[in-house]
């Protein structure tokens, strides 16, 4: 009994020695685990630290950035109504669905003032006709509007072919708006003077089929770098500004776009609201036929 109690003092001391050994020679301590866990669960962890940030760039744009709906009310409040103009109107597209057209003529009000004309996006680049602008345009006519049409100009295709191609989708008849430009981007990797003779090019051919000056839509800042040269100084120019008492552009300007957040019975959400800088007497001076001259209000 004497001989072994020794020797199981013996393997008793080396079987607790053998765990720590163990931990110490193939890294089950604490600062060992870090490699295993960056090794094995390194895939989800990435994952879901992409996926938090994507989520929180998106609410931020949502709530803070992007310009439609109550994302900008909620800085600066429900759209609010120029004063001093009673000649207003809407821009519309495929957003906008199906429209009411019977509530819109009938119902629809901006500050106490009808409807009075809408412009209908017609065509994208040398290749897109937005969906909706056979209905919409047919029914802004028949609904007692004066309407409108416009192209949404493309970096990625040349002048010439956008307008040929908005002239081959888009039939303006007497009593229409002239044909609208939207031009919001400068391309990159070309010379401002370059870019102007680009949109020259489309505003010449397009001129040169309806005999008017096409209207240039684009928002104030774009307007100040890129294309404030006399050479453009002759085109009624309709201007974005939003959630601003005046326009602050100094130059001419027929057309304010003053908010992307308007409400009106007919169209489910929210849509583009204008107002003309004029009377319903120039406005229809404006149109295709309407007058050899344009009027020049400021």
């Given at each position: ?94 957003y906008q669905g199906t429209i009411n057209w019977n509530r819109l003529r009938y119902s629809a009000m901006v ?85 102007q003779m680009d949109v020259l090019t489309w505003l010449h051919i397009v001129e040169d089929k309806y005999h ?87």
């Amino acid at each position: 009994m004497s001989t072994k109690t020794p020797t199981r003092s013996r393997y008793q001391t080396t079987r607790h020695r053998k765990p720590t050994t163990y931990r110490r020679s193939h890294g089950w301590g604490l600062l060992s685990l870090l490699p295993f866990m960056k090794k094995g669960r390194r895939w989800p962890w990435l994952l879901g630290g992409i996926g938090i940030l994507v989520l929180y760039v998106w609410a931020f744009y949502y709530f803070f950035v992007g310009p439609t709906g109550f994302r900008w009310r909620a800085l600066y409040g429900d759209a609010k109504y120029p004063a001093g103009y009673e000649i207003h109107g809407i821009d519309i597209s495929h957003y906008q669905g199906t429209i009411n057209w019977n509530r819109l003529r009938y119902s629809a009000m901006v500050d106490g003032c009808p409807i009075r004309f809408i412009i209908i996006k017609a065509t994208e680049g040398s290749s897109r006709v937005d969906e909706n602008f056979s209905d919409n345009f047919d029914n802004a006519r028949e609904y007692g509007f004066i309407r409108g049409a416009y192209h949404f100009w493309s970096n990625k295709s040349s002048a010439r072919d956008q307008a040929y191609y908005f002239l081959s989708k888009v039939h303006l008849e007497e009593g229409d708006l002239p044909p609208v430009l939207d031009i919001e981007h400068m391309p990159q990797g070309k010379s401002v003077e370059d870019f102007q003779m680009d949109v020259l090019t489309w505003l010449h051919i397009v001129e040169d089929k309806y005999h008017v000056k096409p209207i240039i839509y684009t928002y104030y800042k774009f307007k100040e770098r890129y294309l404030s040269t006399s050479v453009f100084d002759g085109y009624p120019y309709w201007i974005a500004h939003y959630y601003v008492d005046k326009v602050e552009y100094k130059g001419k300007w027929k057309f304010w776009q003053h908010t992307d957040a308007g409400q009106l019975p007919g169209i489910k959400g929210n849509v583009d609201l204008n107002i003309y800088n004029g009377s319903y007497y120039d406005l229809m001076q404006l149109t295709i036929g309407g007058s050899d001259e344009m009027t020049t209000d400021e």
